[in-house]
């Protein structure tokens, strides 16, 4: 009795501290958490949740949405580093719809910068984030004083440059070879460049599945079912390419938690929980499987996805109802898939301990 009393006092005192316990939000990424500094879409992007496109790749809200909201740590929506006349005190973002990790001059010289209509890597985030900072906190003193206080997501970053060297016709031998290990040292030097600033509590994504997604599935399609996970359907080698990229940016995020032991960098875990999506959909009430989009090409293919109809193109239609399917438009997910790995990196277990853990200490 005197036990359990303990613990509503304690759970509401914790309660109570914790809604002050992040002073501010600070993002980086790309499509995956852009609120808003591209906007290139229309609707049906927004129809679920703000009614109208507001940049965010996908039909409502994304993860680092529902991180923010009063269910998670409770803070407003995360203004775009673009947008004019808004107050970044409470956080910014700076994720970019198509960053690449790695700099321009990487692809440049593969030939490979076609394809490339953003200059957002790692490096330039990190170099406004810099630029920005003294004029959300002042001195680099207080600065430190100030990121002290504040949560920093970083990532997810990748998905694009295995996009670009992977459409771009190389080979994905090669593309592991050459692309992961700069890419996840790329990741970790920005997370080294933010706690020389003063970050202290970053959570760091990992890239996605991302041979689970109808745009991979359908543009590298094999009549080989050795191709395939027998119960996932998904694209085994594009999977293990993001398996690859993860286990080196664990290794990264171990070295630097050596390095830094008085700053949490935790992995937060995309890829275990979208896998999940594709092995147990119905778990999740995505009842038209997890490898169909929703906005595209209805009734074409097995994915209901073509490029000549992609999501908000000319001859694209919606379906009935997006909570039911994982993918929104190919490549990125709909609000509801975002919700539930919001979710799990809110109270685990996708991000250990979880970021609401002195709530829910479970
Ligand atoms: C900027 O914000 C201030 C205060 O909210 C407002 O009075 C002003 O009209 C805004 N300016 C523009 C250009 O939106
Ligand atoms: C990105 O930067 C490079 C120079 O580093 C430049 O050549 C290229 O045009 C830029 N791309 C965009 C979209 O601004
Ligand atoms: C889309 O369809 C409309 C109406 O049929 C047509 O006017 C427009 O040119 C089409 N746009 C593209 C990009 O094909």
């Known amino acids: 009795m005197e036990l359990l009393v303990l613990f509503f006092v304690l759970t509401s005192f914790f309660d109570i501290s914790f809604s002050q316990r992040y002073n501010a939000l600070f993002n980086f990424g790309d499509s995956l958490s852009d609120t808003g500094n591209v906007v290139i879409s229309n609707l049906p992007y927004g129809m679920t949740y703000f009614g109208r496109a507001t940049g965010r790749a996908s039909d409502g809200r994304l993860v680092i949405d529902f991180i923010g909201i009063p269910e998670g740590i409770g803070l407003p929506h995360l203004p775009p580093n673009t947008a004019r006349n808004v107050s970044f005190h409470r956080g910014v973002n700076f994720a970019f719809i198509a960053a690449p990790a790695l700099p321009f001059e990487f692809y440049h010289e593969r030939r490979l910068s076609k394809g490339l209509w953003v200059n957002a890597s790692v490096h330039q985030q990190v170099d406004r984030f810099e630029k920005l900072l003294p004029s959300v906190c002042g001195t680099p003193q207080d600065c430190k004083d100030f990121l002290s206080k504040s949560l920093v997501v970083f990532g997810e970053f990748g998905g694009n440059d295995y996009n670009t060297g992977i459409f771009g016709g190389l080979p994905v031998s090669e593309v592991r070879s050459t692309f992961v290990p700069r890419i996840t040292q790329a990741i970790a030097e920005g997370v080294e460049r933010l706690i020389g600033l003063g970050a202290v509590d970053l959570i760091v994504p990992s890239v996605l599945p991302v041979g689970c997604f109808p745009l991979y599935l359908t543009l590298y399609s094999s009549s080989n079912p050795e191709d395939y996970g ?35 960098i935790r992995y937060a875990d995309y890829y275990a929980q979208v896998f999940d999506f594709a092995l147990n959909p119905l778990k999740y009430g995505f009842k038209d499987g997890a490898l169909r989009t929703c906005c595209g090409a209805a009734g074409m293919g097995r994915y209901n996805f073509n490029l000549r109809a992609k999501c908000d193109q000319n001859g694209s239609s919606v379906c009935p109802d997006p909570t039911t399917h994982v993918s929104w438009d190919g490549i990125h997910m709909t609000e509801a898939a975002h919700r539930i790995i919001a979710q799990g990196w809110l109270h685990g277990p996708y991000v250990n301990p979880p970021i609401l853990s002195f709530i829910n200490p479970h």
């Not at 027998?230 to 995020?253: D, I, T, V």
């Open 230 to 264: 027998p119960r996932s359907g998904c694209a085994r080698k594009f999977n293990a390419l993001s398996w690859y990229h993860n286990a080196l940016l664990l290794r990264q995020l171990n070295r630097l938690r050596h390095k830094y032991p008085a700053v949490s």
